[in-house]
Structures are given as structure tokens and as C-alpha cells.
């Protein structure tokens, strides 16, 4: 595999690195081989392009390849978009597979991989083409169930035994069972479980400024408390990302510092703002892909939740719920979700932010969305009707029967 550049990549550069950059466009189909800079067949790619150069149409090819895979459309390539360039070519059996921990090989035939996996049972964690330890473990627990050498690579020997096995689940659901099927497992109840809350900024970063003197930064960490709060008095553990004085260092820092909580749930906190002003209203991001295998279910169904809850109980616009690749979405191995709650920009937005209980309002509306998650098909509750009390009511009943105090007195 080949690591990725040190540097990103923009309009107006040149040189080897470009090349490579374009080459794979052409493989993704995102930049037409017929380009000029020749590009006739079969050649070595270091003079496939000449010197090309980092022009207009291919910023135009990466923007649409960005686009196509939820990453930030920028027209830049950096790391991620590097990474999933490089990735796109493999399908699986190209090449031989293996968990390598300095440097996580990323590609379509991970994907492949992870996907042909879950199909069979295992767990290699969330389909998102990076083949990290959950994968790792999967691949090695795929091949001691077949009595074949369990070393994690996945050569011609392992690509031969997925081939000589039936899929137990066909289609592309089998994820989304998966993930409903560990929720159910894993109970209704809040209690015992571990969310991550990422105040969005923080330290010297202070993200956006706004109307009525409301920071971004300020406000999300005020935010987080408010859900804390009500968390804790559910039993739930909730750890930040960082302190007020603190940054939480970059997405990834954020991500890795998530996984290495174990947490069940990542909520990250941000408010939009634009330019013009007039924008407005509430979104929120879960994982997924457009093209891609990669998509987390739970996180959608969060993130959809979270959505309603806060838009009934709050007034503010709907702005939809939206699938992302952002690393922090992406690289969680649990279902994170990022809630954009208003624009300080918009003036009606930051008067609603600026009144302490609409916060309030917001905090509930997490703690009922998460408490809904995890009610799964029983949640017949209607959104923004649920009161924590109610909740806790139909919780109670519900658990009623397995408790086991019915055998004993
Ligand atoms: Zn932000």
C-alpha cells in the first residue's frame, strides 16, 4: 500500500504526486483518460502523465469524487481523500489483506472484506473500509472457525474459503441486523453504558461567533454539561473529549480518544453559522457514504431520533439528518453522531440559544432520543411527547418481567 502524501495536494502544483493523484482518477472514473497528457495504455505510471499539473479540471475530478464519498469537498488532497483515493481501486482478492497497526491499510476491498464478514457472522466492527484490530479479530476468528492457520492474512488460501461458503444472510441488510441484534442484546436499559460528548472546539479555539455574544465553543461545552447531567442521573457514564481550558486536538485525536473509552455512543456538539445570515435550523450527521459500502445504521436511526426530538421541543427549522464520512464519525468504532444546533448567525437562532432553557430543552431531547434508541422496536412513544418521567415508567414496566422477582417470594 502506499502511504499516504505528507502534504496536500491543491490547483497549481505538479510533480510525481499529482501524477499518482491522477492516475487514480482516471481509475475511479472521476477524470477522463482521454485527458490530455497522454495516456496511452499500459505504460509505467511515473511518465503515464508526463508533469502534470493540479489544474482546474482535475480539482473538478476531485471535488466529485469528495462528493461522491462523503468527504469534505474541498478540492484538496489531503490524508483522507489521499487514502480513499488510493483505496478505490482495490477490490477484494486484488491484493493480500493484513491488520497492520502502524499504518491501517484502507480500501474498497476492505469494504468487500468487512462486508463478507458480517454476511457470515462475524464482527469486524463498522463497515467503513479500514482494517483495523475489530477486523483483524474478525478475519482471525473467521479462519480458527475453518480450521485454517489463524494469522489475520487474508491471502488465496482465505479468499478460497469465503468462496466455498454459502452467505447466511443475503443482501445488504445484514449489517443493520447485526447492529439492531447487539442493541437488543445489549438491553433497554441506560444505565452502565459509557457516551463520549464532544464539545465542539475548545482551548484557543473558540469556532464560530455570533449574535447576542453566543460562542460556539462556550456554548456546546454549556450544552454538554446540561446532557451530563441528565446522563449521570441515568447511570451513565459520560466522559468529554476535553476540558474547557483544553482542545480536544483534532478529529481523529477525538476519535481515537472515543475508542479507546470503549464508549456505546459518541455525541458531538457544534452550532452552523453562514455568511449570509439567513440559514438557519438544526441538522445532524451520522456515518455513511454515498457510494459506498460504509454506512452505520444505529447512527442513523440516533441521529434521526436526536433530530426530531430536539426540532419538537425546541421550534427551531429541520434541517435534516445527513450521512458524513467525517473522521470523527468515521474512524469511532461505536455510533457517533454530530447535532449542529442553530446558527449563530441567524438572529432568531441565537435568541433561542441565548435563553438557558431551550438548552435545557436540547439536553432532554439526547437523553430521550438515546433512551429511544435503545427501547428499539418497543418505542412506540411519540417524538417530542416522551417526558423523562414517562420514560422511566415504561421502562420500569417493561422490566418488570425479566427482573425475576416473581420465582423467588
Ligand atoms: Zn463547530
Redesign the pocket.
Known amino acids: 500500500m502506499t502511504p499516504p502524501p505528507a502534504i496536500a495536494l491543491r490547483r497549481g502544483d505538479a510533480g510525481p504526486a499529482v501524477a499518482a493523484v491522477c492516475e487514480r482518477l482516471v481509475l475511479t472514473g472521476d477524470l477522463p483518460a482521454e485527458l490530455p497528457g497522454d495516456l496511452p495504455g499500459g505504460a509505467g505510471h511515473d511518465d503515464r502523465f508526463g508533469d502534470p499539473v493540479f489544474d482546474e479540471r482535475v480539482e473538478h475530478a476531485v471535488k466529485s469524487f469528495q462528493q461522491r464519498r462523503g468527504l469534505l469537498v474541498d478540492g484538496i488532497v489531503g490524508r483522507h481523500t489521499y487514502a480513499a483515493l488510493d483505496g478505490a481501486r482495490w477490490t477484494l482478492g486484488d491484493r493480500v489483506l493484513r491488520y497492520i497497526p502502524e499504518y491501517f491499510v484502507e480500501g474498497d476491498d476492505v469494504v468487500a472484506l468487512q462486508a463478507r464478514l458480517t454476511e457470515l457472522g462475524f464482527t469486524p466492527g463498522k463497515v467503513d473500509g479500514i482494517h483495523g484490530p475489530a477486523t483483524d479479530a474478525a478475519v482471525r476468528a473467521f479462519q480458527a472457525a475453518l480450521g485454517l492457520e489463524t494469522d489475520g492474512t487474508v491471502g488465496p488460501e482465505t479468499m478460497r474459503a469465503f468462496a466455498g461458503l454459502r452467505r447466511s444472510v443475503v443482501g445488504g441488510s445484514a449489517n443493520a441486523l447485526r447492529e439492531r441484534e447487539s442493541i437488543r442484546r445489549s438491553g433497554h436499559s441506560l444505565s452502565g453504558r459509557t457516551v463520549v460528548v464532544d464539545p465542539?472546539?475548545g482551548g484557543a479555539d473558540r469556532?464560530?461567533q455570533g449574535h447576542r455574544g453566543l460562542g460556539?465553543a462556550q456554548l456546546a461545552l454549556d450544552l454538554a454539561r446540561r446532557i451530563e447531567g441528565r446522563l449521570s442521573s441515568h447511570g451513565v457514564s459520560v466522559v468529554f473529549t476535553h476540558t474547557e481550558a483544553t482542545d480536544g486536538g483534532s478529529d481523529e485525536d477525538r476519535a481515537a480518544f472515543a475508542n479507546s473509552c470503549d464508549a456505546d455512543l459518541v455525541l458531538s456538539l457544534?452550532t452552523d453559522h453562514s455568511q449570509t445570515g439567513s440559514a438557519h435550523g438544526v441538522a445532524t450527521y451520522f456515518y455513511g457514504a454515498a457510494d459506498h459500502a460504509g454506512w452505520s445504521t444505529m447512527g442513523e436511526h440516533f441521529a434521526d431520533l436526536l433530530l426530531r426530538e430536539v426540532v419538537a421541543r425546541t421550534g427551531l427549522t429541520d434541517c435534516r439528518t445527513h450521512a458524513r464520512a467525517w473522521p470523527l464519525l468515521r474512524r469511532t468504532r461505536m455510533p457517533a453522531v454530530r447535532l449542529d444546533v442553530g446558527y449563530l448567525s441567524h438572529e432568531g437562532d441565537a435568541a433561542a440559544l441565548s435563553d438557558p432553557q431551550t438548552l435545557d430543552h436540547i439536553a432532554e431531547a439526547v437523553v430521550v432520543a438515546l433512551q429511544r434508541v435503545y427501547l428499539g422496536e418497543a418505542d412506540t412513544s411519540r417524538t417530542g411527547m416522551l417526558r423523562l418521567d414517562d420514560l422511566r415508567r415504561h421502562l420500569a414496566s417493561m422490566q418488570g418481567v425479566p427482573t425475576g422477582d416473581r420465582t423467588g417470594s
Do not use: I, P
Request: proline content about 0%; glycine content about 34%; hydrophobic content about 15%.
Open positions: 465542539g472546539h469556532g464560530a460556539e457544534h
